[in-house]
């Protein structure tokens, strides 16, 4: 008897003591695999920090990023701008962090659109050449694989919807996709956000020298990644209203104490 409410005892003290569980929904541009392995190391460091809760990364697609918010199914979002701003706007979402991207020992929290086809495509060398061709994009809510540069191509009275061939990838990788789907001839150009193309080819999955970028922005001479368009924020790390302020704060305060020479920072490439 007397061992059976010691068990219980140390069974409710147990579920006590258990770690909060807190969810970190992220957008998986690159396939659920590829977000867990690149932000793993986040979730460790703060589960390192604040040993109170457990931290775990949930790769979301872009069909799922609003069924998500709506059903309170994580508890941070790091997520475009495109959807922060429909986030903030129908259910509340409220900026806690930017990401600052490391590039060459030096932070970054912008970014951009990349507007490319093959180097020995003769026939595009500028916007206005690519109406009329075949064109990939990453997804239709992507927003520096596709509206960054819906928007560059309005500038020149060019409807992607109707003046290209469009398609989305729609891969489980729709980004390294669009880039294959262009390399392999399958479509004549596409886009993709900045920084895509120099990873792929430190990774060798491609050579720079077989790659042309059209419309390069001048005003961004700083800038030391490829670029087609103008720079716009980086992604942010948003709280859902449900999450409560105090966790929110806590996340928010070991987020900006981390180093950028940290393991999690190397790791995601911030």
Not at 83 to 102: G, S
Not at 162 to 177: E, Q, T, W, Y
Request: neutral net charge.
């Amino acid at each position: 008897m007397k061992k059976s409410i010691l068990l219980l005892l140390l069974l409710f003290l147990l579920s006590i003591l258990a770690a909060e569980t807190v969810e970190i929904g992220i957008l998986a541009t690159e396939g659920k695999a590829e977000c867990i392995e690149r932000w793993r190391g986040l979730a460790k460091y703060l589960n390192d920090r604040l040993p109170q809760y457990e931290f775990q990364i949930i790769p979301i697609d872009y069909a799922s990023v609003e069924k998500i918010a709506k059903t309170k199914n994580v508890d941070f979002l790091l997520i475009n701008p495109y959807y922060y701003v429909l986030m903030e706007e129908k259910y509340q979402a409220t900026r806690l962090a930017t990401v600052e991207t490391n590039i060459k020992s030096k932070p970054y929290n912008e970014y951009a659109g990349v507007i490319f086809c093959r180097a020995d495509n003769q026939q595009i060398n500028s916007l206005t050449d690519i109406k009329g061709k075949s064109f990939s994009a990453v997804s239709p809510q992507s927003f520096g694989g596709y509206l960054i540069t819906r928007y560059l191509f309005s500038k020149f009275k060019i409807n992607t919807s109707k003046d290209l061939k469009i398609s989305f990838a729609g891969s489980h990788r729709a980004v390294v996709a669009v880039v294959y789907e262009v390399m392999s001839g399958k479509s004549e150009a596409g886009s993709v956000r900045s920084g895509v193309l120099e990873r792929m080819a430190a990774e060798k999955l491609v050579d720079l020298d077989d790659i042309k970028i059209i419309s390069e922005e001048k005003d961004c001479s700083d800038f030391p990644l490829l670029h087609s368009t103008c720079l716009f924020p980086e992604w942010p790390l948003a709280k859902l209203q449900h999450t409560s302020k105090d966790i929110a704060k806590q996340v928010t305060i070991e987020l900006f104490e981390m180093s950028s020479e940290s393991a999690a920072a190397k790791q995601a490439g911030i």
